[in-house]
């Protein structure tokens, strides 16, 4: 969709943002919608940055970053009017299956009540009144990833009001819970969840929704907070919000493009930006790969920070104390992405077919995830990955030829640049996944027809994040909020006038969420008003 | 160690259980309040875990707490422990012995520290002063919360709102970029932290070292900076930072206060142990032995940890079923182990070089982070760890009290040892075999250590607990986490000494700021006591 709605280019430009993420589209569809002359530019051939539906081998098609939709808020998704451009689901309210080699297959949450009563009872009336808890807290604190954080000591009365509403809030849980709260949200996810439940197949599922994406096993204290955040963001998805949309995750991206073309933005793929121009210490505009200058009075960059400010920028721009912030954002990615062809659908042993179509966690025990990390902290791939796998064949056949299937997995935890060397450790290591799967559906490995392993390194080359991280930095509370992704810039405004960041590394992070697009907007948007 | 007996039968106003020193620095004020105060001890000898013992020869041995350094000026000045003969020797620094021969000893004299550094790394030796600034900064804003009660955030009570407000405005106070850098600190890893800093390994994992004694993390877990900076809040004379030993051992600190206890009027009874708090009423009434001698008091102070108060002391129907959930979830865990060892002279550390200062100091093995993280992932397998993390110290070289002249007295502090195994409870084998991979450890970089060796008392989290009394033998009487700190500290809704029984106080360091011989959580709870009786204290 190159060039789409071309712009007359008659008048300087109010906004350019650099890179067509998720993020970036839906901010530009915000500061479009609000009358200003918007433009997006895009580095690859088509938009949706690690949100991406592309062929990995001939025929087959995968979401190849992303590839499910479960964070990015009901009400934001019905504001850009994304079904009036064309999107649609392929699967809705899917089911998770916890799989453990030789036992039965648990599904998660309420369909698997019946299920866990068989296997704990203590835990079938535990985990109801657990599970609804941690979702009171997540609504609660939900407001704060719909928001600008404010800054600390500052004498606006934004920022001060924004505290208070934020210390209102959980007071308005009720006493005990605001104390419950207050002690859990420091925790690690280990304990917490040991204290409620005691089957290691549900404990081990909790677990790892808490640790996806981080630089952390469940041991470590604030896994609570990430579990929260990202059930905060679930709980403005919809009360089974785990979804697949028709055609992956890129569709998602085509419907976020045509619905901020829509609004009156400019988008333009195969554009890569070079640099930010910077004027008398204001960004200006940037000069592309091409050569061509585009001058806008403001900048918005849906990179990473690090990209941002040392790429795009130049730290000749900035103060030294805030390059090193910057510089020790810690966003080496531990998720690697395994992309399986299958000439036929595999067996999981137990496993109905329906619950196929859904999500499968291969993270039997928190034991089992917290060795996984700890193989990753001395630059080893874990000896026994924890797995998020989907087959979205099952729901979207388009994906491949008929009759054929796609397997796609999240396999944790993998660093970015392991001792050995990756030239090395590639095949080695795709075997072991290869037969973590095996063990669990027996036969699948004499299926595949063709495998794409995507490390950390790869996933940065991809998609330009750097360290491959899929938050654009770990998500830890002490690169959370109002320090997320550094202080000084975790406002959206940069401490450049004129550039802003949009992104993942911003509050209140990735996972095709869309929030941080939207109050980078409303920060934007702030800031002229 | 002569306790004062009390008259039998007679009532007093303030029974506190266990001579710990956070107990006696409660008592010591309670008495000095005017109040009728008896100490209850379980052992034979008083102190808990700072204790001075003799077993083996004319030896003294520090067997719990080594080292002096948290414990509150106001206290030492207030009780006047100096005058009831406690002294502290300062020790001018430490060393990490590095596998390769090589070592990094810190000193307190700024010039030599940084010539030390300098050895490892140029660049570091510039970090150092950006590091300890900002370290110094922290323990600047948090030395003052220590002696204060954290106030409740849920309470709309007017105390808890001006000491919310007092918080907010000393944090405030500090500034914008200050408040984003503590925020950081509290909630960071110390290896993380170190990464901000340093590029040299060795400089890294000295430091890293005080982030896990005494902790069930590692160094890369996420609140390990704040616990670096509770080893780094040394108070003696002053300086911040600064280490000493008390002459005569740890029990020193003890018997100091145990003798301005009895200089104040109050009463000790070692060999007393308290089996059950009596309640009538919602309220503490007293206690029972395990003798079956009752004893009562209108006001209890329990110096034990939170969970050997209330799960083992308290009969559960007095208490509310939510409570007990919180006090059975509290995580006290078990994670370090210690020995004492006698010497027949000193060992020779070849990667030290002759006479250098540093060896009276606290000396280590590990010379990087990861390993440091390894010796923690062994413990979370349920195993003592195969390359400890140690903190010994010699302080007989400094103290001639410790040990018969020619000979030694060394105290080795143990990182990771699990109170429970992975493979079935603790044996006399295994606690030889514990021992013996510390002592191998230290051989590796000491020729004559073992030949050396005449006694050496293995302690295992197993030993402390039975012993000394502590849950899981953890020396903080509970984990310092973010969910264990200020106002969750043992309890959210009773951070403030108070429990649910009328007349009960915690006074250990299970209550705020937690652990290490501060004396703090002693003189917040009585000063909490004190009000609530409507004394001034």
Known sequence: ?529 | MAAVRSPRGRRHDVIVIGAGHNGLVAACYLSRAGLDVLVLERNEYIGGAAVSRRLYGDFTYSNCSYVCSLLRPEIMRGLELPRHGLQIIPYEGGCTLMRDGGHLALYDNHDALRREICRHSKRDAEAYERFSTDVIRQCKFIKPLLMREPPDPTSFRPRDLMELLYLGQRLNATGEDRMYDTLRFWTMSAADFLDEYFESEIVKAHFAGSSIIGTALGPRSPGTAYVLLHHYMGDIDDTVGAWGFARGGMGAVTQALSASLQASGGCIRAAAPVERILVKHGRARGVALASGEEITASTVVSNMDVKRTFLDTVEPEHLPAEFLTAVRRFKIRGSSGKLNIALDGLPRFPAIPEGAPCIRGDLHLTDTVEMMERAYDDWKQGRWSAAPYVDMLIPSQIDPTMAPEGEHYMSVFVQYCPYALADGPWTEAKRTAFGATVIDAIARQSPDFKSLILHAEIRTPWDIENEVGLTEGNIFQGELTMDQLLFNRPVPGYAQYSTPLAGLYLSGSTTHPGGGVMGAPGANAARRILRDLGRAA
């Open chain 1, 1 to 529: 969709m190159s060039d789409a709605g071309s712009s007359a280019a008659t008048r300087r430009l109010d906004c350019i943002v650099i890179g067509g993420g998720h993020n970036g589209l839906v901010c530009a569809t915000y500061l479009a919608r609000a009358g200003r002359s918007v433009l997006v530019l895009e580095a690859a051939g088509r938009v949706g940055g690690a949100a991406v539906t592309r062929e990995f081998a001939p025929g087959y098609r995968v979401s190849a970053g992303a590839h499910l939709l479960h964070l990015m808020p009901r009400a934001l998704m019905d504001e850009l009017g994304l079904a009036g451009q064309g999107f649609t689901y392929a699967g809705r309210d899917l089911p998770t299956t916890a799989i453990a080699a030789g036992l039965a297959p648990l599904p998660i949450g309420a369909p698997g009540q019946a299920a866990l009563q068989a296997v704990s009872p203590r835990d079938a009336a535990a985990y109801p009144a657990f599970s609804a808890r941690l979702r009171r807290f997540a609504v609660a604190l939900y407001p704060l990833l719909d928001s600008i954080p404010p800054r600390l000591g500052s004498d606006a009365w934004t920022d001060r009001i924004a505290l208070l509403k934020l210390g209102w809030r959980i007071r308005t849980l009720g006493r005990r819970e605001m104390r419950e709260l207050l002690r859990i949200i420091g925790m690690n996810a280990y304990d917490l969840i040991a204290d409620e439940l005691e089957t290691p197949r549900l404990q081990g599922a909790l677990g790892f929704d808490a640790v996806l994406g981080t630089n952390f096993g469940p041991r470590a204290p604030g896994t609570v907070l990430t579990l929260l955040t990202r059930l905060a963001a679930e709980s403005a998805a919809g009360s089974s919000p785990l979804a697949q949309p028709r055609g992956g995750l890129g569709a998602l991206s085509e419907a976020l493009a045509k619905a901020a073309v829509a609004a009156g933005a400019t988008v333009r793929t195969g554009t890569r930006v070079a640099r930010i121009r910077v004027q008398a210490d204001r960004a200006v505009g940037v000069v592309l790969d091409s050569g061509e200058s585009i001058d806008a009075g403001t900048v918005i960059s849906n990179a990473d920070a690090k990209s941002t400010f040392f790429k795009l920028l130049g730290t000749r721009h900035l103060d030294t104390g805030f390059v090193r912030k910057v510089d020790h954002l810690r966003s080496r990615g531990l998720a690697a992405k395994l992309h399986l062809a299958l000439d036929r659908l595999p067996s999981f042993p137990g496993l109905p077919i329906a619950a196929l179509g859904g999500r499968l966690l291969i993270a039997p025990s928190l034991d089992y995830i917290e060795r996984a990390w700890d193989h990753s902290k001395y630059g080893e791939c874990s000896s026994a990955p924890t797995l998020e796998i989907t087959l979205p064949t099952v729901n979207d056949p388009s994906l491949a030829p008929a009759g054929r299937h796609v397997l796609s997995a999240i396999v944790q935890y993998v660093p970015y640049q392991p001792a050995a060397g990756w030239a090395a450790e590639r095949a080695r290591y795709t075997d072991v996944v290869l037969a973590t799967l095996e063990a669990h559906a027996p036969g699948l490995r004499s299926t595949v027809t063709a495998t794409e392993f995507l490390t950390p390194a790869d996933l940065e080359r991809e998609f330009g994040m750097s360290g491959g991280h899929w938050h654009h930095g770990d998500l830890a509370f002490d690169q959370f909020y109002m320090v997320r992704p550094v202080p000084g810039a975790a406002q959206y405004r940069t401490p450049v006038t004129g550039l802003y960041l949009c992104g993942a590394s911003c509050h209140p992070g990735g996972g095709v969420m869309g929030l941080a697009g939207r109050n980078a907007a409303r920060a934007v948007l702030r800031k002229a008003a």
